[in-house]
């Protein structure tokens, strides 16, 4: 591929110009990125230490949290160093794998909720053929496809951003690097892409969180002829993975569902999904999860002795 521009490097405004702000803003991020970490790494600990959570539905969720660790990794650390200078720059190299990295975690998230979604209905709807079919190999070749259309997810990106010419400005305003800010700098016209990268990112969003929703409303209307402990059990494991994916697909079709744009309050959803949600999922599924909080106190008991 070649490169046709005279910019080596973006200037990243951040979240704000503020030194009281940006002060506040480091120490605030600073404790959701320690937050984060803690709680998604603990998870994948407990889940690979613990012999009672030896099932898919834990694999799968161990396998989220460390997904949603690299994920909040990919933006979180830059960011707060960049609150401590004020004005961050970074080369074209540098961008095009950050815009890379992120999509390609995103989407693997994404696929990942789908996999989950599926284990769930197996679980409940056939659960005396659910060891059968989530056997350890449909297990790993399901990790696998999540792995491989993120992967595909996000290549896509920075392919159609990297021959585009950028002559200057090359000011970003915002704290990350992402298509429809780097599609407003390019010197061309950019309709074409933009529409390509609306079909692919806002279908995707679209369509995953519409079967999601649609496979979680079949599920809880199975639920009708189970036992009053089997329902309980079975609302709060889905409960807490509707609640993951509301909190994630919302914002993200508020981003890439409308036209190309960019606007005031991009830089707070690109927050909410890419830095927040990543701190929320652990708390999400261990506050309500009995055997996850017993394997994380048994965990802790034993570390202790």
């Not at 951003?161 to 016209?189: E, Q, R, S, W």
């Not at 606007?263 to 707070?268: E, G, N, P, Q, R």
Request: hydrophobic share 50%; net charge positive; glycine share 6%.
């Amino acid at each position: 591929m070649e490169q046709r521009n005279n910019v080596t490097e973006f200037v990243l405004l951040g979240l704000t110009q503020s030194i009281q702000g940006r002060k506040i803003l480091f120490v605030m991020f600073l404790f959701i990125y320690i937050v984060t970490m803690v709680g998604n790494l603990l998870i994948v600990l407990t889940v690979v230490v613990s012999p009672i959570l030896d099932t898919p539905m834990y694999f799968f969720l161990g396998c989220l949290s460390f997904m949603d660790a690299i994920y909040s990794t990919t933006v979180t650390p830059n960011m707060i160093i960049d609150l401590l200078y004020g004005r961050k720059t970074i080369s074209f190299q540098a961008c095009m794998t950050q815009l890379f990295i992120w999509h390609f975690f995103g989407g693997a998230d994404i696929f990942l909720l789908v996999v989950m979604a599926y284990d769930r209905y197996v679980a409940i709807c056939k659960p005396l053929h659910y060891l059968t079919i989530m056997n350890k190999r449909v297990c790993v070749l399901l990790l696998l496809l999540t792995w491989t259309g993120g992967f595909l997810h996000g290549v896509f990106h920075p392919l159609f951003v990297y021959n585009l010419p950028f002559c200057g400005p090359n000011v970003i305003d915002h704290f990350m690097c992402d298509m429809y800010p780097l599609l407003k700098l390019a010197c061309t016209d950019t309709q074409v892409t933009a529409i390509i990268v609306l079909t692919n990112d806002g279908a995707i969003c679209v369509i995953i969180f519409s079967l999601l929703l649609f496979s979680y409303g079949v599920i809880l209307r199975s639920l009708k002829n189970r036992g009053q402990v089997g329902r309980r059990k079975a609302l709060s494991t889905c409960g807490s993975q509707i609640t993951v994916v509301v909190l994630f697909f919302v914002p993200c079709i508020f981003m890439y569902i409308r036209p190309p744009s960019t606007l005031s309050v991009d830089k707070s959803l690109t927050l909410f999904y890419s830095i927040i949600t990543p701190m929320l999922n652990p708390l999400i599924y261990t506050l309500r999860n009995g055997e996850m909080k017993n394997a994380m106190k048994k965990l802790w008991t034993t570390k202790r002795k």
